[in-house]
C-alpha cells in the first residue's frame, strides 16, 4: 500500500507551534496523531465567583453586570478544538461537538 506525505517541514513546524501556542492558553492535548498530523484540544469551564461580581455590579450602578455577563457566556462552557493538516497541506482549526 502506497503512502502519501500531506505535510512539509514549514506546514509540520506551524502545526507544532500552533499546538504550544494553544497549551500556553490553557487548552490540554485530549488525543495526539503524528501519522494523520491533528490534534484535540480540549479547555475545562472555569468557576465564576457570583458574590463577588454582585458586590460589584451594586457598587458600580449596574454597569459591572456586563463584564459579568459577559465572563458568564465565555468561561462557563467547556471548550474542544480540533488542530489539523488536511489533505492540501492546510493547517486549520475546527470546534469539536462535545457531550
Excluded at 514549514?10 to 503524528?34: D, P, Y
Excluded at 478544538?81 to 489533505?87: F, G, K, R, S, W
Aim: hydrophobic content about 45%; aromatic content about 10%; proline content about 1%.
Amino acid at each position: 500500500m502506497e503512502t502519501y506525505q500531506f505535510t512539509n517541514e514549514k506546514t509540520l513546524a506551524q502545526f507544532h507551534e500552533m499546538i504550544s501556542a494553544k497549551t500556553r492558553n490553557g487548552f490540554v492535548v485530549v488525543e495526539h496523531n503524528e501519522k494523520l498530523p491533528y490534534v484535540v484540544l480540549s479547555k475545562e469551564k472555569k468557576a465564576i465567583k457570583h458574590s463577588f461580581h454582585l458586590l460589584l455590579t451594586c457598587l458600580t450602578l449596574g454597569l459591572w453586570a456586563l463584564v459579568w455577563i459577559y465572563l458568564i457566556v465565555t468561561l462557563s462552557q467547556k471548550k474542544s478544538i480540533l488542530v489539523a493538516v488536511d489533505e492540501d497541506g492546510n493547517l486549520f482549526e475546527d470546534k469539536c461537538l462535545s457531550a
